[in-house]
T-cell receptor
Framework: GAGVSQSPSNKVTEKGKDVELRCDPI?????LYWYRQSLGQGLEFLIY????????KSGLPSDRFSAERTGGSVSTLTIQRTQQEDSAVYLC??????????FGQGTRLTVV | QKEVEQNSGPLSVPEGAIASLNCTYS??????FFWYRQYSGKSPELIMF????GDKEDGRFTAQLNKASQYVSLLIRDSQPSDSATYLC???????????FGAGTRLFVKA
C-alpha cells in the first residue's frame, strides 16, 4: 500500500478483555516496529520485527503483551486482560533500511 | 538519566524567526540521529536524519550533530505557523534494532 495502515483507528474496551491491533506495513519494508505513546509522552519502543522474527522484544511491558508477524507483512499486537494503564496510542512503523521509519496513523486504545 | 533528552517547551518564536531545538543523548554508541515532526493528533513524520558530525541542510531545516558533546539540534529558518508541532529527537545505536525517542519539544510559531 501507499502507507502504513493500522486498524482499528480507535478501540474502547472493558478492563480485562483482550484486544488485537493490526498493522499493514508499506510493501517491501522488511522492518516493522511497534511503539506506544501515552498522552503528552514520547514514543515507547515495544518490539521490532525483521521479516517474521522478532530479534528485539525488550520493550513489551509484561507477558500480557505479545505480537506476531506473518508472511513478512501484516503484524498483530495482542494485549490480554487489558488494564487501564494500557490506554495509549499504539503506533506501528515500517522501514526498508532499519533506519528511517514510516509511521501509521495509530490505534487509540481506551480501557474503561 | 533518560537516553534521549529534550526540553519539553513550549518554545514560542515569531513568524520568520529561527527556531532552535536541542537534544542530548547518553549512549556514545549512537550512530544515527533523526528528527520527527508530530502534529497534534497525528503520527510522527521523519523530516531530517544525520549520521556525521557537522551540519546537514534541507530547505529551511538544518540538523547539527556533535558526537563529542552527544548533542544534536534542529534549526528551522523562516519559521511558519505551519511549523507549529512537537519535534521528536530520535537516536539509534550502531547495529542496533530500535530507535529511541525523546519526549519531544512543542514549538509554537506566532503569526
Amino acid at each position: 500500500g501507499a502507507g502504513v495502515s493500522q486498524s482499528p483507528s480507535n478501540k474502547v474496551t472493558e478492563k480485562g478483555k483482550d484486544v488485537e491491533l493490526r498493522c499493514d506495513p508499506i510493501s517491501g519494508h522488511t522492518a516493522l516496529y511497534w511503539y506506544r505513546q501515552s498522552l503528552g509522552q514520547g514514543l515507547e519502543f515495544l518490539i521490532y520485527f525483521q521479516g517474521n522474527s522478532a530479534p528485539d522484544k525488550s520493550g513489551l511491558p509484561s507477558d500480557r503483551f505479545s505480537a506476531e508477524r506473518t508472511g513478512g507483512s501484516v503484524s498483530t499486537l495482542t494485549i490480554q486482560r487489558t488494564q487501564q494503564e494500557d490506554s495509549a496510542v499504539y503506533l506501528c512503523a515500517s522501514s526498508w533500511d532499519r533506519e528511517k521509519a514510516f509511521f501509521g496513523q495509530g490505534t487509540r486504545l481506551t480501557v474503561v | 538519566q533518560k537516553e534521549v533528552e529534550q526540553n519539553s517547551g513550549p518554545l514560542s518564536v515569531p513568524e520568520g524567526a529561527i527556531a532552535s531545538l536541542n537534544c542530548t543523548y547518553s549512549d556514545r554508541g549512537s550512530q544515527s540521529f533523526f528528527w520527527y515532526r508530530q502534529y497534534s493528533g497525528k503520527s510522527p513524520e521523519l523530516i531530517m536524519f544525520i549520521y556525521s558530525n557537522g551540519d546537514k541542510e534541507d530547505g529551511r531545516f538544518t540538523a547539527q550533530l556533535n558526537k563529542a558533546s552527544q548533542y544534536v539540534s534542529l534549526l528551522i529558518r523562516d519559521s511558519q505557523p505551519s511549523d507549529s508541532a512537537t519535534y521528536l529527537c530520535a537516536v539509534k545505536r550502531a547495529g542496533g534494532f530500535k530507535t529511541i525517542f525523546g519526549a519531544g519539544t512543542r514549538l509554537f510559531v506566532k503569526a
